[in-house]
């Protein structure tokens, strides 16, 4: 998690396995799901979508998880979207490349069947941001 770009030799001398064995388990990380892939961090500001938002998300009537996940999709401005307790049925983050995408995007957002009403949040800096730490 620290450093994907390290070989399997490079983890193998932290973990005391040798190349092949890290491979394997890797190979077995992945096959298992436990690890879902690797990727660049990219900064969002670099992709034009600086803009952010979170908002809260009240479904009408009793909307199953499954059904609020195939109507977030389609909308390229939401990175993530999470059911949560409390009043809201869910959490949007939304990201945009200014107020008036960001605008854009609520008006969609608001427009589906399934959404009675929105509290939104914009994100006006990010304080702190982590990994996930595998020491935590």
Do not use: W
């Amino acid at each position: 998690m620290t450093n994907a770009r390290a070989s399997y030799a490079e983890i193998g001398k932290v973990v005391g396995l040798s190349a092949p064995a890290v491979k394997r388990r890797v190979d077995r990380l992945l096959e298992t799901g436990v690890l879902r892939g690797f990727t660049a961090v990219v900064d969002p500001e670099a992709l034009g979508r600086g803009t952010e938002a979170f908002v809260e998300v009240h479904c009408r009537g009793n909307i199953s998880p499954a059904r609020i996940r195939a109507r977030l999709e389609p909308l390229p401005e939401v990175v993530a979207a999470y059911t949560v307790t409390g009043a809201a049925d869910a959490i949007v983050h939304l990201r945009a490349a200014d107020i008036h995408q960001l605008e854009t995007a609520l008006e969609r957002l608001r427009g589906l069947e399934i959404v009675d009403r929105t509290v939104s949040t914009v994100v006006l800096s990010r304080l702190l941001e982590r990994p996930p730490n595998p020491a935590t």
